[in-house]
């Protein structure tokens, strides 16, 4: 059974930090590309962050460069997202996307609240 879980998200003040995780199961997780989206209320997904398998190359959204870090340890099937220096503007449901061929997968999100 495929599941990707994502963690970590919660209530933050603005200027705070907060780690993503998505734990992976059920495929092989170090040959997919992994991305990192999120969906503020009232706004379409949007990619905020992308690594290749074996982590090789990432990529990030203009708004989330130099506050962000996308990472990922294939021995722990697991994905993270560091993010510094949040705004009240980065609100949103975080998800979690395993990508390789024709093979789609995604979490069910975590809700990050940044909010004094």
């Known amino acids: 059974q495929v599941q990707l879980l994502e963690s970590g998200g919660g209530l933050v003040q603005p200027g705070g930090s907060l780690r993503l995780s998505c734990a992976a199961s059920?495929?092989?997780?170090?040959?997919?590309?992994i991305n990192w989206y999120r969906q503020a209320p009232g706004k379409e997904r949007e990619l905020v962050a992308t690594?290749?398998?074996?982590?090789?190359?990432?990529n990030y959204a203009d708004s989330v460069k130099g506050r962000c870090g996308i990472s990922r340890d294939d021995a722990k099937n697991t994905a993270y997202l560091q993010m510094n220096s949040l705004k009240s503007e980065n609100t949103a449901v975080y998800y979690c996307?395993?990508?390789?061929?024709?093979?789609?997968?995604w979490g069910q999100g975590t809700q990050v609240t940044v909010s004094s």
């Open positions: 059920g495929f092989t997780f170090s040959m997919y590309v």
């Open positions: 996307n395993a990508r390789w061929r024709k093979f789609d997968y």
């Open positions: 690594i290749t398998s074996g982590g090789g190359s990432t």
